[in-house]
């Protein structure tokens, strides 16, 4: 896929949210929060960013989900 972001957006795709704790408790769907942390796919592999919330869009292309944020929306990237 080839998708170039206007202006301060990039595009990320959602990384998936543990399923189960540090201690080895099993979450079940409905106790998972939805994942903050994404890669970037619009920059390079293995860039990772922590996102706000309600900020991204979300679109799904060829199966795999896809994030649409603003720059601001971006808190803090991921090194490592």
Excluded at 15 to 38: C, F, M, R, S
Excluded at 42 to 54: M, R
């Amino acid at each position: 896929m080839h998708l170039k972001p206007l202006a301060d957006r990039l595009v990320a795709k959602p990384i998936e949210a543990e399923t189960k704790t540090a201690a080895g408790i099993l979450l079940p769907e409905q106790a998972k929060d939805k994942t903050l942390v994404a890669e970037v796919v619009a920059v390079g592999k293995e860039v990772k960013v922590l996102h706000a919330e309600y900020g991204p869009d979300r679109f799904t292309h060829a199966g795999t989900e896809y994030m649409i944020l603003k720059e601001k929306d971006v808190v803090a990237v991921i090194n490592g």
